[in-house]
């Protein structure tokens, strides 16, 4: 059993289960998002299991804001983040404090997508690993399909892989001016994921989604904006003032309204989008299992290695 109730604001585990502390306001967590090399500020953030501050937690006026904690790795995702997101969602969910959920990055990357960092494979081998990690990241891209409060992605920085993709399921997408977005599926020689297969085209173009998800173009927040990936750009350095901004008046207006309405509008489309997402993990196991798959992520840890030389 994990217990952090001594932080105000910090969110609480106990035999699984998430509680949040009162509401009273953050400073610390709000003026030091950006790290603190001195420690200062160092907050006693979340320690789900095995990922100990790989995410901070906090609630402040309805507001549950994730961090994904990881700077010194871009905020690169491990396979137990998600699982501790799609929890949190689903606590979100049914806690009528919680209003609006928001998610950014620590530092200065939004997310650079999962962690590739080779790992020690399990006593169950190689393919039981990809597909339990495929069961993971499908769970949590369905965690967002359904999940019925506004969800707004604060992209401070830049964004890689499924932290891009998943964009398209949440209801505002805010960026920095300097944030990039990219999707550099083909190069590892995988497929697309987090609905974009569907959404992209949809939104932008089917040409233009093509650049993305089939040529590896990087796109900026201008050009995301464009492409209706973004809703709007603020400059870096007034970044999180008008994000909270935006965010305490959705926390404001009436919540059931807000509830009805999004369900209106993810109805439309709900069952195709899971079904989507049903076949782009289907397609995402078999080539991550493929020798395609295998020597293309040969070739970028060659190429990283070489990179630090």
Known sequence: MARRSDSKGLVERRNGLYSFASDDSLKVAKQKLHGDPNNKYKLRSYEPRTISQSLIITKEKGVLTIVFNRPRKKNAFIPEMYDEIVSLLEHAASDSSVKVVVTRGAGDYYSSGNDFTPTDIPPGGFEEMVEENCRRTKNFVNAFINFPKPLVAAVNGPAVGITVTILGLYDFVYAADTATFHTPFTRIAINPEGCSSYIFPRIMGLAKANEMLLLNQKVTAIEAMERNLVTRIFPLSEFDQKVNEVVQYMAGLPPQSLLVSKKLIRDVNRKELEKVNEQE?????????????????????????????
């Open 281 to 309: 993990h289907k397609l995402l196991l078999e080539r991550a299992l493929s020798e395609e798959t295998f020597q293309a992520l040969n070739g970028f840890f060659l190429k990283k290695q070489q990179s630090k030389l």
